[in-house]
């Protein structure tokens, strides 16, 4: 593939043409862009991910990361965002992947309100799979996992993130691509646990362009209260986007590190071998 900005890389994208994720994929990059306007180097921003079709975005991406494994990109995030705090750590994550294998990462994650901004591709199916159901897939949806159609009442992701105590909710559409880079920079920008539910497309196995076009609206402001945003996620007529909760609390990651940098502060080798000397010396 060409390269037309300095956030592309050369590797060919194979993501199917008409996939939800090139709109979540301009929008991150329109969100760099706009967080470099504000100061803030690329070389500050890590990118994880899991595995799926969501995840092949760090590919595409010319930003320093470390890939995961299926559901733990968030654990990994976590990880990133403790051991350098002066990162700004994007979790890109699959709906099967942080709401089936990973969704024990993502709550505790948010529970801790760990500074970190993950980001869901929900295209309601296992789309590198060819197409069956995940935890978020509607009641009665047909894949090749279930020919009849699935049985399971699917999970909210704005509810659960609600529920457990995220710092920054919101939902956006990859096809309205302005309004989504909007949100996500607003994500980044955001002290605390960001989580955004980016509903996407799959345009092979489950294309929900049309139900998306018509059955979509933004949210006039956020919610003033937690009991107002979680109204307003358990809307079922439509679907609501936008940002649902902003709210400033302490993170995991100062209380837990105290101003500290683990990276830049770190012992040399011979100061890490002196103290183990002296450790087993003791003994």
């Not at 400033?248 to 837990?256: A, G, M, V």
């Amino acid at each position: 593939m060409s390269v037309k900005d300095s956030l592309t890389t050369y590797e060919e994208n194979t993501w199917c043409p008409g996939c939800g994720n090139f709109g979540i994929f301009n929008a991150f990059k329109t969100a760099i862009k706009s967080i470099e306007a504000l100061g803030m180097p690329k070389s500050k921003i890590a990118i994880t991910a899991g595995i799926g079709c969501h995840a092949k975005i760090f590919d595409y991406l010319d930003i320093s990361g470390i890939y995961s494994l299926h559901g733990r990109a968030i654990a990994t995030a976590q990880g990133m965002r403790i051991g350098n705090p002066e990162l700004t750590v994007v979790a890109f994550v699959g709906d099967g992947d942080a709401m089936g294998e990973g969704i024990s990462h993502l709550i505790f994650a948010a529970k801790r309100n760990t500074n970190i901004t993950v980001f869901m591709h929900n295209n309601g199916v296992y789309g590198l799979t060819t197409g069956q159901f995940t935890p978020v897939s509607p009641k009665g949806f047909k894949g090749p996992s279930n020919l009849q159609g699935s049985l399971e009442e699917p999970l909210n992701p704005v509810r659960i993130m609600l529920n457990v105590g995220a710092t920054f909710v919101a939902r956006a559409y990859s096809a309205k691509v302005k309004e989504l880079s909007d949100i996500f920079l607003k994500a980044m920008l955001h002290k605390g646990f960001s989580f955004v539910e980016v509903l996407q497309p799959c345009v092979s196995f489950n294309d929900t362009y049309d139900l998306y076009n018509k059955n979509t609206f933004f949210i006039d402001k956020k919610a003033e209260s937690f009991e107002e945003a979680d109204e307003l996620a358990e809307i079922k007529d439509k679907i609501p986007l936008g940002i649902f909760y902003d709210i400033d609390k302490p993170t995991y990651d100062d209380e837990l590190l105290k101003g500290r940098n683990l990276y830049t502060q770190s012992l040399s080798r011979d100061e890490r071998l002196g103290k183990i000397q002296s450790l087993l010396s003791s003994l």
